[in-house]
């Protein structure tokens, strides 16, 4: 646990958890936005002053991207430990059966934070937008590599273009992060979900 003692503006010195902190900054993020979230919504949500948020994080965007590493790093996050699954077809279902059960989950924001924060960010934002499009591309590509593993084991057919196939998949997961966001179920997205793995190409 990151602790951080800060001086507020009047008052002894106070302490704060630092993890804490980031993970109502990401819900705020998540809520509303990048574009849409203020240095007053953050520290209001982290209770802690704009001095103390500069020292911690470093500015807006910085703190942003900090919060999408925990994001990526819950112990719900369903991508990365979908890669490690035996088969590539183990791999697409774990991903695409965790997007459904994650993303329509009532008990936090609906859909996607990095989907969401790439779609909405203005030109102002250009650099978080680059920096969240570059972890899409970074996700396919590791999605890719698996899948070319896939390939070579005899586990996807020997014809499969793995590099539409990574895409394929991230399409669906997107779209279906953005179907949550506009109220989809669990149970809707699961059905999504099923129709995909039947198109899901097997050896």
Not at 44 to 60: E, H, R, T, V
Not at 109 to 123: D, F, H, N, W, Y
Request: some cysteine.
């Amino acid at each position: 646990m990151s602790v951080v003692s800060c001086t507020p503006h009047v008052g002894r010195p106070r302490a704060f958890d630092m993890d804490t902190a980031l993970e109502k900054a990401l819900e705020v993020f998540w809520r509303k936005g990048y574009d849409g979230t203020s240095l007053t919504d953050l520290t209001d949500a982290m209770g802690i002053n704009k001095p103390s948020l500069y020292a911690a994080f470093g500015n807006k965007e910085q703190l942003f991207l900090k919060a999408i590493e925990l994001y990526e790093s819950r112990p719900c996050a369903f991508f990365l430990p979908a890669l490690e699954k035996p088969t590539a077809y183990q791999v697409a279902e774990h991903m695409l059966h965790g997007a459904a059960m994650n993303m329509a989950d009532n008990t936090q924001p609906q859909g996607c934070v990095i989907v969401q924060g790439a779609l909405s960010c203005s030109e102002a934002a250009a650099s978080v937008k680059e920096a969240l499009m570059n972890r899409r591309v970074e996700g396919e590509q590791k999605l890719k590599v698996r899948f070319d593993q896939a390939k070579v084991d005899g586990d996807l057919p020997a014809d499969t273009d793995t590099e539409v196939l990574a895409r394929y998949l991230g399409t669906v997961l997107q779209g279906m992060a953005i179907q949550a966001n506009n109220g989809a179920t669990s149970e809707q997205l699961r059905q999504v979900a099923q129709m995909t793995l039947q198109a899901f190409p097997r050896s």
